[in-house]
């Protein structure tokens, strides 16, 4: 259990609350940092960024082939083509805020509320979700989930 902040000097109190979101932060600086890169620097010329490990072995688009592309779209603002370029990863990120949303919060919480987990179910359809679109987007005729 975490310690009442009651009596706490607000020096205590800051130096506590920057030490919980540090890696939170972190992780979110990265991922603004890459974010701003890609709407920077065009993934659509070649020469950029380097191919997909799993396109450039077998031919066949990976489930996040597109990502860095519809996350261009999104930071332009165009949401139908990034919804073209991969509609996995556009829905994931509204599901990435949420859970990144809730460690920040656990960070804060009693032990048992910071180690509340995703239910093992649920891990698993999410799973099975990533392999069916890949799997899908693949298809002769799947031309609406291929990376456009």
């Known amino acids: 259990m975490t310690a009442p902040t009651v ?9 506590e609350g920057r030490r919980a979101l540090g890696v939170p932060l972190l992780w979110l600086g990265a991922f ?11 993934p659509n010329e ?6 997909c ?16 592309r519809a996350l261009r779209d999104l930071a332009h603002g165009d949401l139908a083509g990034a919804l073209a370029r991969n509609p996995l990863a556009v829905l994931a ?5 949420w859970a990144w949303l809730g460690w920040v919060r656990g960070r804060f ?18 799973a099975a979700l990533v392999v069916l679109f890949g799997v899908a987007r693949n ?3 799947m031309t609406l989930l291929s990376p456009a």
């Open 7 to 15: 009596g706490k000097r607000p020096a205590d109190l800051l130096r």
């Open 32 to 42: 603004a940092a890459g974010w701003v890169l890609v709407a920077a620097v065009d």
């Open 109 to 126: 919480g009693t032990p048992t509320t910071a180690r509340a987990s995703v239910p093992a179910w649920v891990q698993w359809a999410a």
């Open 139 to 141: 298809l002769p005729g």
């Open 93 to 97: 990120l509204p599901v990435l805020a």
């Open 53 to 68: 490990p799993f396109l450039a072995v077998t031919g066949l688009s990976c489930p996040g082939c597109g990502a860095m």
């Open 46 to 51: 070649p020469g950029h960024y380097p191919t």
